[in-house]
């Protein structure tokens, strides 16, 4: 079986970089001591170099956030490309998040960046979910459009190395997260999707994780009953304690 992957998506915090050295280090600390989970944290990028472990830490990598669309070099003020990502040993970027699509970030962008980040050999974990969800299900045919919109143009080869993040946009930052049993359902739904773009077998294998108001509280149930391959976590992976809860609870579930 394979190992649980939780993404801690830092966002925009701490506010300090000495913050953000105190809160890798206490990742740092935990990581190896896990026997089935795999972490990867997203500290903005300002605070990769200085999280970032200085010799391989077991079970630990180094996420981000943001990338360019535009790949190479060029007269591209504020933009970072995915190369440049890989010159600092990001393993993981983070793609399509709701709050990067609500500031402009379209499905088309979304595909350039996948194909860009594969390319390089960083790992994209391609975050899709509803707006909002109603009793009838009118909601599943834009999340297909998103996850077929946001793959578009990219090759079958690559269908292995991308990771989901089923985020639905109404559990993100909200007080409790989705139901186990919806999750479930709503997975195996994304995956049915993976399957129609690519092979039925790479649908099979998909790394499905959920996002959306995790915590050490509610992450075994989510992993137990909604059958999800691990978690992108907010809030949660900002709170030291709490996040190294969650990952020790997780690998104690598996
Ligand atoms: C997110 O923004 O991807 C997220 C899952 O946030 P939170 O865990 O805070 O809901």
Redesign the pocket.
Known sequence: MSKILVVG?WKMNPATISEAKILAKKIKAVAPRLQNTDAVMAPPLAFASACAPQKPVKNLYLGAQFVSVESGVGPFTGEVSVDMLKSLNIQYIILG?S?QRARGETSAMVSKKMKNALEAGITPVLCVGEMNRDQDGSYLEPLKAQIKESLEGIPKKYAKEIVIAY?PVWA???KEAMMPDQIYETSLFVKKVFADIFTPDAGVKATILY????NFRNAADIISIGKVDGF?????SVNAAGFVELLKTVDSVV
């Not at 996002?211 to 995790?214: K, L």
């Open positions: 998506n998040h709050e985020e993100i930052g909200a996002g959306g108001s995790v992108l976590v907010g809030r949660e």
